[in-house]
């Protein structure tokens, strides 16, 4: 049993890597040939605004003005990945998102989203910040 876990530690931890390393280079650098090394079709989009397939993330990118993904919290069990992000340039404001990626043989296939408006600590219910 402890082999077992060790090596869904080591698959989290390579697809943790491989999930910082395509958003960096395909949105920060905005290399889209890294949609080529990272993911894979069928590629599933469970964004309500994006539609399936690899093409829509070859359109989007080159278009996105300003845009910085920040991960500010990381976590990963089996074929997942998750992030919590503070994300400029998505929508008009900063947006807190969690994404959720799950990846095959390391690549990813399949991606979720959660978006929130940023609110100030000191404009919310509970004073906290919301990442």
Same mark, same amino acid.
């Given at each position: 049993?402890?082999?077992?876990?060790?090596?869904?530690? /080591?698959?989290?931890?390579?697809?943790?890597? %491989?999930? +910082?390393?395509?958003?960096?280079?395909?949105?920060?650098?905005?290399?889209?040939?890294?949609?080529?090394? @990272?993911?894979?079709?069928? @590629?599933?989009?469970?964004?309500?605004?994006?539609?399936?397939? +690899?093409?829509?993330?070859?359109?989007?990118?080159?278009? +996105?003005?300003?845009?910085?993904?920040?991960?500010?919290?990381?976590?990963?069990?089996? /074929?997942?990945?998750?992030?919590?992000?503070?994300?400029?340039?998505?929508?008009?404001?900063?947006?807190?998102?969690? /994404? %959720?990626?799950? +990846?095959?043989?390391?690549?990813?296939?399949?991606?979720? /989203?959660?978006?929130?408006? %940023?609110?100030?600590?000191?404009?919310?219910?509970?004073?906290?910040?919301?990442?």
């Amino acid at each position: 049993m402890t082999q077992h876990v060790a090596a869904q530690d /080591d698959q989290a931890t390579r697809n943790v890597d %491989i999930v +910082l390393t395509a958003m960096r280079e395909l949105f920060a650098d905005k290399d889209l040939t890294a949609i080529d090394r @990272y993911w894979v079709e069928p @590629y599933i989009q469970h964004s309500p605004q994006m539609p399936n397939g +690899l093409d829509t993330l070859r359109n989007v990118v080159p278009n +996105l003005e300003g845009f910085s993904w920040e991960p500010q919290r990381i976590a990963a069990q089996g /074929d997942l990945v998750f992030t919590h992000s503070i994300v400029h340039g998505w929508a008009p404001n900063p947006v807190a998102i969690v /994404d %959720i990626f799950r +990846l095959d043989n390391g690549r990813i296939v399949e991606h979720w /989203d959660v978006v929130q408006d %940023i609110v100030p600590a000191e404009k919310s219910a509970n004073g906290n910040t919301m990442v």
